[in-house]
C-alpha cells in the first residue's frame, strides 16, 4: 500500500516570503499527485495535480506553483506568500486504475 | 454543474444514538463514491468505495449505501471514538480527479 510523507507539519511564513511544501510518496510507481487546500470548515480544493514527472496541471489560478522533479516526489511552491495562501494543504496519491486516493498528513500553513 | 452536497454540516450525538450521513450528488456519470474520515488536523482516510446502486459496504459500527442520486453512511450505536469529520467524494467517467462534498462534522457525546 502507498505511504506519503508530507513535511513540515505546522508552518508560520511572514507574508511575502518563499514557500516549499514537499510531499514523497511510497509503496508505488508511477502515482497520480495531487495538492489539496482545505479552508476552515470547508471542502478540498484541488490545486494541482501530476500524471507524471515534469506533466503539471492547474485547477486554480492562483499565488501557487507545484514541481514534480522525481516519480515519486511533488512540491508545492510559492514566491511570495499573500495572506489568502494560508490554509491547510494535503498531498495526496493514486494509482492508474485504483480510483482511492492516500492522503498525506497535511501542513497548517500560517501566512502572518 | 457537477455537484456533491453532504448533510447535516454537524451532528451531534449521544453515545449509542444511532443515525446517517447524507451525501447528495449531481453528475454526469459516476465512476466511483468515496467516504473518507478526518480527524482534527489530519489528512483523510478512506473508508469506502461504493461503484453502482444498491451496492453497500460495512466497516465495524458504519455503513454506506448507494443510489442513484445519494449515498448513505449510517452509524450505529456509535462510540466518542467516532466523532470526526466524514468527507464524501465522487469520481467521473470523464476524469480521474474527485468532486468533494464539504463534510458532516460529527461529535458523539459519552
Known amino acids: 500500500s502507498q505511504t506519503i510523507h508530507q513535511w513540515p507539519a505546522t508552518l508560520v511564513q511572514p507574508v511575502g516570503s518563499p514557500l516549499s511544501l514537499e510531499c514523497t510518496v511510497e509503496?508505488?510507481?508511477?502515482?497520480?499527485l495531487y495538492w489539496y487546500r482545505q479552508a476552515a470548515g470547508r471542502g478540498l480544493q484541488l490545486l494541482f495535480y501530476?500524471?507524471?514527472?515534469?506533466?503539471i496541471s492547474s485547477e486554480v489560478p492562483q499565488n501557487l506553483s507545484a514541481s514534480r522533479p522525481q516519480d515519486r516526489q511533488f512540491i508545492l511552491s510559492s514566491k511570495k506568500l499573500l495572506l489568502s495562501d494560508s490554509g491547510f494543504y494535503l498531498c495526496?496519491?493514486?494509482?492508474?486504475?485504483?480510483?482511492?486516493?492516500?492522503f498525506g498528513s497535511g501542513t497548517r500553513l500560517t501566512v502572518v | 454543474e457537477d455537484q456533491v452536497t453532504q448533510s447535516p454540516e454537524a451532528l451531534r450525538l449521544q453515545e449509542g444514538e444511532s443515525s446517517s450521513l447524507n451525501c447528495s450528488y449531481t453528475?454526469?456519470?459516476?465512476?466511483?463514491l468515496f467516504w473518507y474520515r478526518q480527524d482534527p488536523g489530519k489528512g483523510p482516510e478512506f473508508l469506502f468505495t461504493?461503484?453502482?446502486?444498491?451496492e453497500e459496504k460495512e466497516k465495524e459500527r458504519l455503513k454506506a449505501t448507494l443510489t442513484k442520486k445519494e449515498s448513505f453512511l449510517h452509524i450505529t450505536a456509535p462510540k466518542p471514538e467516532d466523532s470526526a469529520t466524514y468527507l464524501c467524494?465522487?469520481?467521473?467517467?470523464?476524469?480521474?480527479?474527485?468532486?468533494w462534498g464539504a463534510g458532516t462534522k460529527l461529535i458523539i457525546k459519552p
Open positions: 461504493l461503484y453502482s446502486a444498491g
Open positions: 509503496g508505488t510507481s508511477n502515482p497520480n
Open positions: 453528475v454526469s456519470g459516476l465512476r466511483g
Open positions: 501530476s500524471v507524471g514527472i515534469g506533466q
Open positions: 467524494a465522487v469520481r467521473l467517467d470523464s476524469n480521474y480527479q474527485l468532486i
Open positions: 495526496a496519491c493514486s494509482e492508474a486504475g485504483d480510483y482511492g486516493y492516500t
